[in-house]
């Protein structure tokens, strides 16, 4: 049994190939072990995987910091990486218009995405925030700070509500 | 046409395509750094298997988990077995989901509706293994 509050990982060094897959073995394992239903575990073992997936896609230098935590009944997801500008700007825009959607119009916009066979430059999708959204709501915030030599600290926040 | 076999990694499915029997599969976990790079060789061994039979084809799906852009890949290569349906070869897709398993049943019957191709779902696990449903 988790306490009220509780932090589940935390994470903060290099992302890559490696680490994502060490990081998704023990998330899942941590899943598994509190996260109650099955239900739940899959969809919250998404939210990160998709919050990862960003992360080293878009991540430009340096290190980046992750983590799970329950705060009462809810889950917070959050992860933080440095960008470009140019896909900091994305992020910022891509959040703030998933935050003005309904339900239904994030279903629509998932939908659309997954039809166009394109995939990004770097390999993306384009659904994971959409994807995010379709399984556990819009509760998603965006924050890009200005760091030193042109680049940004991009923070993405996701909460959810825990079932079980 | 030569079997296609891919082993399952930790972070790929393992893939099978037995072009004699007309039967593939896709089991494990499906969350690559890179969806487009992993599955476009198979969609590509598809389209070449399509292009030469006009016998039966049964795809099964066994995923325990997929990321997002597997989900498109996935959707890529089940368009073009719906393709191959509508041009007249007799395809069956089962799609394997765990018992309690929301998010794959969601996910397979989202697929089922979207694409328009009759899909039999097959729960499998601890509590109610063998059953099927058709969507």
Redesign the interface.
Known sequence: MNAPNSNLIRYEGLLN?EV??QL??LLMAIALTNLG???DL??L??VA??LL?NA??YCSAGSVSFQWRIQGPELVIEISNLADKADAERLLSIVASIQSMSSEQIAEAF?Q???D?A?GEK???G??M??IAR?VGNRITANVRPEPDGVYRCTSQVTTLLRS | MHTLHLPAT??TPEVHFEPAAGHCSITGVS?P?????FYQPIIQWLDIFLSVNRGPLTLRIALT?F???S???L??LLGRVREAQVMGTPVRIIWVV?E?????LESSSYFAE?LGVKMDIEMSGDEGSGERRAV
Not at chain 2, 33 to 37: D, R, T, V
Not at chain 2, 100 to 104: N, P, R, V, W, Y
């Open positions: 190939s994502r897959v998704t073995d239903s099955r239900g899959k969809k073992f998404g995987v998709e997936d080293q896609r939908k995405q997954l039809q066979p995939f390999g993306g999708a659904l994971g959409l994807q399984k | 930790r972070t969350i750094e890179h969806a487009q790079e988990y990321n997002s852009s989900l498109k890949a959707y890529i765990e309690d398993d929301e998010f794959m979207l």
